[in-house]
């Protein structure tokens, strides 16, 4: 499944696209979802069956309930922006997810050209500390094209999907990458019957080198409160160099003696700001 429009999802096979409906209880079909379906003469295709996922990007609603954003995709896009500012917060908690469920994860930093003296330094500040972490980082420019060549070739053969905050400039890039983009927002509108892309939910392209792209809707949070304290932890790569010299098998991290992680902050060997973010998800876990 490519994209949704309402109760339409779009469908793509062997190179043609299709609107279908989903057979009812269906659970909720996303973009990268592979399916089932019976292809009727009438046009009307119902989709019969979601197959197993590799992965899933999922967000708690307001009931606190996962809600599946998309599927099936290898490694995830955390774009960040000088305008707005980069959130370490809410980048880091899609870096945890990333490794709670096993898909590679790297930063795009975009707009670089906005950067003022100041900008450059937070800009060299940020791709160090993920850097140094072991996180590829790709500073870059649509204006310019500044970082682009790099960045291409993580793209290919692997289906990424784009994450962040709202203004960042995740369609922008996809446009720079997939040259045909509006053609293809065209085709999919025409399918869904509807007179333009309305759709608020994920949608996938196809990069002409090799590989896909899925658009996701922008956020101003992403919340990791579905997992245990134990999986946020273990979401800090950095953490397992130093949490097996704990003192407690069990140690949290946070107020036990002897925590070799704790120590790790002081000596700076464990970023300051990663162990803060870290203390922040535990104690949303807790309210």
Same mark, same amino acid.
């Given at each position: 499944?490519?994209?949704?429009?309402?109760?339409a999802l779009?469908?793509e096979?062997?190179?043609?696209?299709?609107r279908?409906?989903p057979?009812?209880?269906?659970?909720q079909?996303v973009?990268?979802d592979?399916v089932?379906w019976q292809?009727e003469?009438t046009?009307?295709h119902?989709v019969?069956?979601?197959?197993?996922?590799?992965?899933s990007l999922?967000?708690?609603?307001?009931?606190?309930?996962?809600?599946?954003?998309?599927?099936?995709f290898d490694?995830?896009?955390?774009?960040?922006?000088?305008?707005?500012?980069?959130?370490?917060f809410?980048?880091?908690?899609?870096?945890?997810?990333?490794e709670?469920?096993?898909a590679?994860?790297c930063l795009?930093?975009n707009k670089?050209?906005?950067?003022?003296?100041?900008?450059?330094?937070?800009?060299?500040?940020?791709?160090d500390a993920?850097?140094s972490?072991?996180y590829?980082?790709?500073p870059?420019? &649509?204006?310019? =094209? #500044?970082? @682009?060549?790099?960045?291409?070739?993580?793209? %290919?053969?692997?289906?990424?999907i784009?994450? !962040?905050q709202s203004?960042?400039?995740?369609?922008?890039i996809i446009?720079?990458?997939?040259?045909?983009?509006?053609?293809r927002?065209?085709? &999919?509108s025409a =399918? #869904?019957g @509807?007179?333009?892309?309305?759709?608020t939910? %994920?949608?996938?392209?196809?990069?002409p080198? !090799?590989g896909h792209?899925?658009?996701?809707p922008?956020?101003r949070e992403?919340a990791v409160?579905?997992?245990?304290?134990?999986?946020?932890a273990?979401g800090?790569v950095?953490?397992r160099?130093?949490?097996d010299?704990?003192?407690f098998n069990?140690?949290?991290h946070?107020k036990?003696?002897?925590?070799?992680v704790?120590?790790?902050?002081t000596?700076g060997d464990?970023?300051s700001?990663r162990?803060e973010n870290?203390?922040k998800?535990?104690?949303?876990?807790?309210?």
């Amino acid at each position: 499944m490519i994209a949704n429009y309402g109760a339409a999802l779009i469908l793509e096979y062997e190179g043609d696209i299709y609107r279908a409906i989903p057979r009812r209880k269906l659970k909720q079909i996303v973009c990268g979802d592979f399916v089932q379906w019976q292809k009727e003469a009438t046009g009307n295709h119902v989709v019969t069956k979601i197959l197993p996922r590799k992965t899933s990007l999922e967000r708690p609603d307001y009931k606190n309930q996962l809600k599946p954003l998309a599927a099936n995709f290898d490694q995830i896009l955390i774009t960040a922006a000088l305008q707005p500012p980069p959130d370490r917060f809410l980048i880091d908690r899609y870096l945890v997810f990333a490794e709670h469920i096993g898909a590679k994860a790297c930063l795009i930093l975009n707009k670089i050209d906005l950067a003022s003296t100041k900008n450059q330094r937070e800009i060299e500040g940020l791709v160090d500390a993920y850097s140094s972490i072991g996180y590829s980082c790709f500073p870059i420019s &649509l204006k310019t =094209a #500044s970082g @682009l060549p790099d960045l291409l070739p993580h793209l %290919a053969d692997k289906t990424s999907i784009f994450v !962040g905050q709202s203004g960042v400039g995740k369609s922008s890039i996809i446009k720079r990458v997939v040259p045909d983009k509006d053609i293809r927002t065209g085709a &999919l509108s025409a =399918a #869904s019957g @509807l007179g333009s892309h309305t759709t608020t939910a %994920a949608t996938l392209y196809h990069i002409p080198s !090799g590989g896909h792209l899925i658009d996701s809707p922008g956020v101003r949070e992403f919340a990791v409160t579905q997992l245990s304290g134990v999986q946020i932890a273990e979401g800090f790569v950095e953490f397992r160099h130093f949490s097996d010299q704990c003192r407690f098998n069990n140690c949290t991290h946070q107020k036990e003696p002897n925590c070799a992680v704790k120590t790790a902050v002081t000596t700076g060997d464990i970023l300051s700001f990663r162990y803060e973010n870290y203390l922040k998800m535990h104690d949303a876990l807790d309210d």
